[in-house]
């Protein structure tokens, strides 16, 4: 004969819950807090939860105070390298969760990436050849840049933006102005950048 199975929820292995106490909470709660303390302790991140601090790009954007978009455009910029030097041979870092068929893209998806790749490097030398450079180290090479490169970094930044398309000319790139006409943006622009 089988025994009878106490009373009271369980846990999905089938195990008996324990009833949570308010001690039990309590201690919770400090571990909770310890824990959050660690995190924001971390130096990149100076007490922020802002998921952006993980990166250089997502840091500069927020000291800068940079619109989301000019961080996507990053991103897109950086995704968009990774895939073509993989389709070169270049040897890239390792990103998980990437998958596919274990022939690799097409030939002419690899130029159509070179000439959008060429497109937009060629805008954004244009609008600031050492602020490129800035850019690369930030977006592709993940690390923080000198305080002297940051305005030609963001110069190229927002120029990235708009060559992605990610952000319309008539709008401003950071946060919380919004000129109502293009020669006001670039006024702004021209402004914030001699700041």
Known sequence: MARKKKAGARHACGKLRQPLTPEKLAKD??????????????????????????????????????????????????????????ARGVPVDLRLGVGGDGDGPSASTVRGWADEIASIEHQVVAASPSGFLSMQTLVLDERDIPSAQWTEARIALVELTYALGRLPVSAHPFVGLTPARKTDTEKAIQNSYCA
């Not at 303390?37 to 800068?64: K, M, N, W, Y």
């Not at 105070?65 to 073509?84: F, H, K, P, Q, T």
């Open 29 to 86: 709660a400090e571990t909770q807090a310890q824990t959050m303390a660690t995190v924001l302790a971390q130096p990149h991140r100076r007490g922020s939860t802002d998921q952006r601090c993980e990166s250089a790009l997502g840091r500069f954007v927020l000291a800068q105070w940079l619109r989301s978009e000019v961080y996507d455009a990053g991103l897109s910029y950086a995704a968009l390298m990774r895939r073509w030097r993989a």
